[in-house]
């Protein structure tokens, strides 16, 4: 093994950095090329990367696109991603990273940094604790009966941030999953939902979430 080692080289260590895959759950923006506003610029969405390598990354998110997208990813601790999907899941897609081998390396050697200290979010302390849930899909419920998919970005017991196809208006009455609350602000990717009644701790997540 240390004579093929010394035989190949760089080029095995190489081989070997750009087959980790980790499993994640790390949050992240992105745009696809057929999603503008009305300005023609590209529109934001948010995202969780949920599974990572060297050469393709999978995303949670609330708008999928179709094969042959072209994305632009910018994911926390790896920064900015560039590619096409190539699959797409059940609440998501997967992209196949383009990068030159040199810049592989350095998304290699980032998601061996994630391996070891992955998932340590530190969420923001102000006002109510924020939590990521486990599961970042739910359904968007708004005023006309209209549903829609949508990612959940944190959640607390007066409120949660959100990130779907539609952008409703500052004000604008709706549900995620089963609570009720409207709309208080825009971001870069979502918009914030403050809650019309303060949840419970205990179950704030499955109602959002699972709607129950």
């Not at 992240?28 to 610029?41: H, I, P, V």
């Not at 969420?123 to 959940?152: F, Q, W, Y």
């Not at 409120?159 to 999953?177: D, I, N, R």
Request: proline share 3%; charged share 25%.
């Amino acid at each position: 093994m240390l004579l093929n080692e010394a035989k190949f080289g760089r080029n095995s260590s190489v081989k070997h950095r750009s087959d980790i895959a980790i499993i994640v759950n790390i949050a992240g923006q992105y745009s696809l090329s057929d999603r503008r506003n009305s300005s023609g610029e590209r529109r934001v969405f948010a995202c969780r990367a949920v599974n990572v390598s060297p050469r393709s990354i999978a995303l949670a998110c609330p708008v999928y696109g179709k094969v042959g997208d072209r994305v632009i990813a910018q994911i926390d601790h790896l920064g900015k991603l560039e590619g096409v999907i190539t699959r797409l899941l059940e609440q998501g897609f997967v992209m196949a990273i383009t990068a030159s081998e040199q810049d592989r390396e350095r998304l290699a050697a980032k998601i061996k940094w994630l391996e070891n200290y992955k998932n340590h979010d530190t969420h923001d302390r102000r006002g109510d604790e924020r939590v990521v849930p486990a599961n970042p899909m739910s359904k968007l419920i708004l005023a006309d009966g209209k549903v829609e998919t949508c990612l959940v970005i944190d959640i607390s017991v007066s409120g949660a941030a959100v990130s779907s196809e539609t952008v409703p208006e500052v004000g604008t009455v709706l549900a995620v999953g089963s609570v009720v609350g409207r709309v208080v602000r825009h971001f870069v990717g979502g918009f914030a939902v403050q809650f019309a009644e303060r949840q419970s701790p205990y179950s704030v997540e499955r109602m959002v979430i699972l709607g129950a």
